[in-house]
């Protein structure tokens, strides 16, 4: 996925990098996450801080997380007389956001009233860890209100398409039960150096998790949708199958309104919920 680069365009991507070079893009990206003058910003994969720059100049504070040793080092030569700005050397997947972001010491003694910061995440996605990168984010969301994210378009389409589309599957689903999906635009190959051979859409994730009231328990429920689409070609009656008693699904599937010849890609949260709670009231594992 697309890294962010202010200087050295020739200079040969490492691990499939490619540098942005379109400032009014990365204007456009950090207009998007909003009014930040007030707010905590985690930036996931800062690469060489074209974004960071921008977002610097608008933020209270600044936390970027980069994984690549020499990115790391520059960013903190860079921005070393910027107050406001932490550098991080991390793998996103693995960061302790409890200490990044959690209660300082002193902070919640008797008497004082600690409310959880939101954080504003822009986020520069490889695509063969977006979900991982997403379902990371999601589980520690009490610590996030917005996410901007720039990832490959055919996932950003894929994120943000609804239910009924082919194109609709695990990703889809469970990032829509956390968030509100916004694609914004989408920038060409030419925006980067070395071009990729692929678009590039950045989207904005607004955090409204869907889970009380579609009274599902979370763990169980993305279980349930990791199930319901284990095989996208398959029925949904052919993937709950082999996890269920056949009286128990199709009495349940009936219960719930839908029919065992469909696949999951057909049903919407709140149909798969329903189907969700019908199964588990019939103890049916």
Same mark, same amino acid.
């Given at each position: 996925?697309?890294?962010?680069?202010?200087?050295?365009?020739?200079?040969?991507?490492?691990?499939?990098?490619?540098?942005?070079?379109?400032?009014?893009?990365?204007?456009?990206?950090?207009?998007?996450?909003?009014?930040?003058?007030?707010?905590?910003?985690?930036?996931?994969?800062?690469?060489?801080?074209?974004?960071?720059?921008?977002?610097?100049?608008?933020?209270?504070?600044?936390?970027?997380?980069?994984?690549?040793?020499?990115?790391?080092?520059?960013?903190?030569?860079?921005?070393?007389?910027?107050?406001?700005?932490?550098?991080?050397?991390?793998?996103?997947?693995?960061?302790?956001?409890?200490? %990044?972001?959690?209660?300082? /010491?002193?902070?919640?003694?008797?008497?004082?009233?600690?409310?959880?910061?939101?954080?504003?995440?822009?986020?520069?996605?490889?695509?063969?860890?977006?979900?991982?990168?997403?379902?990371?984010?999601?589980?520690?969301?009490?610590?996030?209100?917005?996410?901007?994210?720039?990832?490959?378009?055919?996932?950003?389409?894929?994120?943000?398409?609804?239910?009924?589309?082919?194109?609709?599957? #695990?990703?889809?689903?469970?990032?829509?039960?956390?968030?509100?999906?916004?694609? %914004?635009?989408?920038?060409?190959?030419?925006?980067?150096?070395?071009?990729?051979?692929?678009?590039?859409?950045?989207?904005?994730?607004?955090?409204?998790?869907?889970?009380?009231?579609?009274?599902?328990?979370?763990?169980?429920?993305?279980?349930?949708?990791?199930?319901?689409?284990?095989?996208?070609?398959?029925? #949904?009656?052919?993937?709950?199958?082999?996890?269920?008693?056949?009286?128990?699904?199709?009495?349940?599937?009936?219960?719930?309104?839908?029919? /065992?010849?469909?696949?999951?890609?057909?049903?919407?949260?709140?149909?798969?919920?329903? %189907?969700?709670?019908?199964?588990?009231?019939?103890?049916?594992?």
């Amino acid at each position: 996925m697309p890294k962010v680069s202010a200087a050295r365009p020739k200079a040969k991507p490492k691990l499939g990098q490619h540098f942005l070079t379109d400032q009014s893009a990365a204007t456009r990206i950090v207009d998007a996450v909003g009014d930040i003058s007030q707010s905590t910003v985690l930036e996931i994969g800062p690469g060489r801080g074209v974004l960071t720059s921008l977002l610097a100049k608008r933020a209270r504070r600044l936390i970027a997380v980069e994984t690549d040793r020499v990115l790391a080092a520059q960013l903190r030569m860079n921005f070393a007389l910027s107050p406001n700005i932490e550098i991080i050397e991390a793998d996103i997947l693995t960061v302790d956001f409890n200490t %990044l972001f959690g209660p300082k /010491p002193g902070s919640t003694r008797p008497g004082l009233n600690y409310q959880q910061e939101k954080i504003q995440v822009v986020a520069n996605i490889p695509y063969f860890i977006t979900s991982d990168i997403l379902l990371r984010l999601f589980k520690e969301r009490k610590y996030f209100d917005r996410i901007v994210l720039m990832i490959q378009q055919e996932v950003a389409d894929r994120i943000a398409v609804p239910p009924g589309k082919s194109e609709y599957g #695990l990703l889809s689903a469970t990032t829509q039960l956390y968030a509100k999906v916004e694609k %914004l635009f989408t920038l060409p190959p030419g925006a980067f150096s070395p071009p990729p051979k692929v678009n590039s859409t950045v989207v904005r994730l607004t955090l409204a998790p869907r889970l009380d009231d579609l009274r599902v328990p979370e763990a169980g429920f993305i279980d349930f949708l990791k199930l319901s689409f284990g095989q996208k070609r398959k029925t #949904l009656w052919n993937n709950l199958k082999e996890s269920y008693k056949p009286a128990v699904l199709r009495s349940s599937l009936e219960k719930a309104g839908i029919k /065992p010849t469909v696949r999951a890609e057909a049903l919407s949260l709140e149909k798969t919920a329903a %189907l969700y709670r019908a199964l588990s009231d019939g103890h049916g594992n």
